[in-house]
């Protein structure tokens, strides 16, 4: 099929990421696709698990195409979000979604978030289509942690992952620093496989933030100096929440708590009631200026999502990560890492309490930092998009 939909001047781009929980790629995408469209004039079609993707500002030449959303539970179990559907019929709906999308997009470059293919295998199709067709490079963008190493060993022998990324992908991008975790020795890679890894550096927005949104997206902050407490989407948050508002009102002190958009409405509205005869304790639900808040803050709590603690790590900013352990050890790996280079400060969600919250927002000043990361995240992916885009416009022979 020819090329038939009007076109920039340069090429197309699609990023995939299937967002089961949190907000995960779909605050960081716009970032990169603002980055790809200003240094390559690409056109980009962000396709994402999570609706919520859709509301952070998108520059000229990209959109989202946001698929029915899977919820992620606790124990690891995935399931519709909202539609009276099982879990495979929706997988079938949203692999034909992806299928049609890429089909009629024709990308030159499809990035995918960190499982090659895709949440139940639903990228597959899209990706036989485009191995099939032919003229499209393929990079597969991995955070730096994706779980216990041998979990990860396991999940990529029994899911085809290896052999998905022998078959159809060109590169394997690490959002991350190798001084702090590298997945080439953690994961123990084959050679071949090695040999297809970049490192970007973390992701740093700071070059494309513009502040705190003017009008009813506004934060009222809570007085100066406050402490933040971030739980990323909000569905697992509330313990670590409320165990901050307990200490913010012992203390009587300014404090913010930011729940997240999926944070359950029950719980959220326990936190508002908490705090409603107290004008120095303020509860939110989503704010699209949290670089912002960051910089304001005097000090963070939070989970350990991979944005949060590049945003935290970015502004070298006083934190404290209580990270998620289940179903998967991500948070933690990560937020011990970085805690053993001086760069955060981390409570096991085992030992969460208001006391223990309360000891560290009173403590004196943070540990220096022993490394400075590398941050250049946002300027490599283009590059390596350009690299990509390069000839040989075709993987070598032993990908066929």
């Not at 000043?365 to 300027?379: E, F």
Request: charged share 25%.
């Amino acid at each position: 099929m020819g090329r038939n939909l009007a076109r920039r001047a340069g090429p197309r781009v699609t990023l995939y990421s299937h967002d089961t929980q949190g907000l995960g790629e779909g605050e960081v995408a716009p970032h990169v696709t603002e980055a790809l469209a200003g240094e390559h004039e690409c056109t980009v079609l962000l396709i994402s698990g999570a609706r919520e993707a859709g509301v952070f500002p998108m520059p000229d030449g990209v959109d989202c195409l946001a698929l029915p959303a899977i919820d992620k539970s606790l124990d690891g179990r995935y399931r519709p979000r909202s539609l009276a559907l099982s879990l495979q019929q929706l997988l079938h709906v949203r692999a034909e979604t992806i299928k049609a999308a890429v089909e009629s997009f024709e990308p030159d470059v499809l990035v995918a978030d960190k499982v090659p293919l895709g949440l139940g295998s639903e990228l597959q199709p899209a990706l036989e289509l485009l191995h099939d067709r032919g003229g499209c490079r393929m990079a597969l963008g991995m955070r730096d942690v994706l779980d216990h190493p041998e979990a990860v060993r396991r999940e990529w022998r029994d899911d085809g992952s290896a052999e998905a990324l022998r078959r159809y992908y060109d590169a394997i991008w690490v959002y991350g620093d190798a001084r702090v975790y590298d997945p080439v020795i953690e994961y123990g890679l084959p050679p071949d496989l090695a040999a297809m890894v970049s490192f970007t550096g973390y992701i740093d927005r700071r070059a494309a933030e513009s502040g705190l949104p003017a009008g009813d997206d506004e934060i009222e902050l809570p007085g100066a100096p406050f402490s933040l407490c971030l739980v990323g989407g909000g569905q697992d948050g509330y313990a670590l929440a409320d165990c901050f508002v307990t200490a913010a009102l012992e203390r009587d002190a300014p404090a913010l708590v930011v729940t997240g958009p999926f944070m359950p409405p029950m719980q959220r509205r326990r936190l508002v009631r908490r705090i409603e005869h107290t004008a120095r304790v303020r509860v939110v639900e989503f704010a699209h200026g949290l670089d912002t808040l960051i910089d304001c803050a005097q000090r963070v709590v939070a989970m350990g999502g991979y944005n949060t603690v590049c945003e935290l790590v970015a502004r070298s900013q006083r934190a404290l990560i209580v990270p998620r352990v289940r179903p998967r050890e991500e948070q933690l790996i990560r937020a011990q890492r970085m805690s053993d280079l001086g760069l955060l400060e981390v409570l096991h969600p085992d030992a969460l309490s208001a006391a223990a919250l309360g000891d560290w927002l009173e403590r004196g000043p943070a540990p220096r930092p022993r490394v400075q990361l590398d941050l250049g995240g946002l300027t490599r992916v283009p590059r390596l998009v350009g690299e990509l885009l390069s000839p040989p416009s075709r993987k070598p022979a032993h990908a066929a």
